[in-house]
């Protein structure tokens, strides 16, 4: 083979590895970013655990072929970063639509999350949902709300003598 073909080769199975250890996969289309914006939303997506790599959409698409992602192929069209996650899929998820507002060029296309192929409407409503901690601290809020009214009512029942302490 030539040197090129083998470096295609190479790269096809660094996308395939990086697939494979990968929670989720979010396609990002960058047409008009530059380098400092590029490095910016890597350097936010890092404590997530997140990759931003730049491949070309056909070794993508060969490297997706033979797996259950293949549909995804529809959204790989124009300039795409690929942030394969391997940390917190939703946190990573939450970045990402967040710097939506400070780049507004940013566009998430589609991605592979929890082991399906979603489009960029489907993710907008995933990143709304609470994270793992969000969804912890709600469950204690409600957990505790009867408790604290419940020593509302009887500090209050104290207080007009009702009963006594």
Same mark, same amino acid.
């Given at each position: 083979?030539?040197?090129?073909?083998?470096a295609?080769?190479?790269?096809?199975?660094e996308?395939?590895?990086?697939?494979?250890?990968?929670?989720?996969?979010?396609?990002?289309?960058?047409a008009?970013?530059?380098?400092?914006?590029?490095?910016?939303?890597?350097?936010?997506?890092?404590?997530?655990?997140a990759?931003?790599?730049?491949?070309?959409?056909?070794?993508?698409?060969?490297?997706?072929?033979? *797996? $259950?992602?293949?549909? /995804?192929?529809?959204?790989?069209v #124009?300039?795409?970063?690929?942030?394969?996650?391997k &940390?917190?899929?939703?946190?990573?998820?939450?970045?990402?639509?967040?710097l939506?507002?400070?780049?507004?060029?940013l566009?998430?296309?589609?991605?592979?999350?929890?082991?399906?192929?979603?489009?960029?409407?489907?993710?907008?409503?995933?990143?709304?949902?609470?994270?793992? *901690? $969000?969804?912890?601290? /709600?469950?204690?809020?409600?957990? #505790?709300?009867?408790?604290?009214?419940?020593?509302? &009512?009887?500090?209050?029942?104290?207080?007009?003598?009702?009963?006594?302490?």
């Amino acid at each position: 083979m030539s040197a090129l073909k083998d470096a295609k080769v190479l790269v096809v199975e660094e996308i395939s590895n990086n697939l494979k250890e990968s929670q989720a996969l979010y396609v990002i289309n960058y047409a008009t970013l530059d380098v400092v914006s590029f490095q910016e939303i890597r350097k936010e997506l890092a404590p997530n655990n997140a990759l931003l790599k730049v491949y070309k959409n056909r070794l993508v698409k060969q490297a997706l072929k033979n *797996t $259950e992602y293949a549909n /995804i192929n529809d959204s790989l069209v #124009l300039q795409n970063a690929y942030a394969f996650v391997k &940390g917190d899929s939703l946190a990573a998820l939450k970045t990402l639509v967040g710097l939506k507002k400070k780049f507004p060029a940013l566009r998430i296309v589609s991605g592979i999350y929890e082991n399906k192929v979603v489009d960029e409407k489907t993710l907008d409503e995933i990143s709304k949902l609470p994270s793992f *901690t $969000e969804s912890l601290m /709600i469950l204690g809020n409600s957990l #505790l709300s009867p408790l604290k009214q419940l020593s509302i &009512g009887l500090n209050e029942l104290i207080k007009q003598g009702k009963i006594s302490e």
